[in-house]
């Protein structure tokens, strides 16, 4: 990782740069792909709108009402298959969240123009938290809940 990329990212992450820093760098400079993330891990889908990841987020709703789906269809929506499915998830997103995380935030500050004067605005702008995010991902979590409890049970 160059140190042009380190600047970068570490202005778009924000207040927790060392942090994902710390999980990221290998020995070898290189980003690592696997580190423990305990809030992707158990906020999974709040953790990605608290991030800005409303794509990853939204996505994780739709493969929770499509497996929601198969399960009513098949008879298989009891306690233990929720948990199987949301432990699936929060440990996907536990393993490898951060690494989807500096992906994402790779990807939006590569579509910003370096050659702008606002450059760093932009960054500002595009990166960090939100808590707009986290409601927005509970409104769409409600969603989520209110349409499967309604269509499928």
């Given at each position: 990782m160059s140190e042009t990329d380190k600047k970068e990212l570490k202005y778009y992450v924000g207040e927790k740069s060392?942090?994902?820093?710390?999980?990221?760098?290998?020995?070898?400079?290189?980003?690592?792909?696997?580190?423990?993330?305990?809030?992707?891990?158990?906020?999974t889908?709040?953790?990605?709108?608290?991030?800005?990841?409303?794509?990853?987020?939204?996505?994780i709703l739709i493969a929770f009402f499509i497996i929601d789906i198969i399960a009513s269809?098949?008879?298989m929506n009891d306690v233990l298959y929720?948990?199987?499915?949301?432990g699936t998830v929060g440990l996907?997103?536990?393993?490898?969240?951060?690494?989807?995380?500096?992906?994402?935030a790779k990807k939006k500050i590569r579509k910003l123009n370096r050659n702008s004067?606002?450059?760093w605005d932009e960054i500002d702008?595009?990166?960090?938290?939100?808590?707009?995010?986290v409601l927005i991902?509970?409104?769409?979590?409600?969603?989520?809940?209110?349409?499967?409890s309604t269509l499928l049970y």
């Open positions: 060392d942090l994902y820093f710390r999980r990221w760098e290998t020995e070898l400079g290189e980003v690592s792909k696997t580190s423990w993330n305990f809030s992707a891990f158990f906020l889908v709040f953790w990605a709108a608290y991030r800005k990841m409303y794509g990853l987020a939204i996505g269809s098949t008879g929720v948990l199987i499915v949301w996907f997103l536990g393993l490898f969240g951060n690494y989807l995380y500096y992906k994402h004067q606002n450059f702008r595009v990166g960090g938290t939100s808590f707009k995010g991902g509970i409104v769409l979590y409600m969603a989520y809940g209110f349409l499967a």
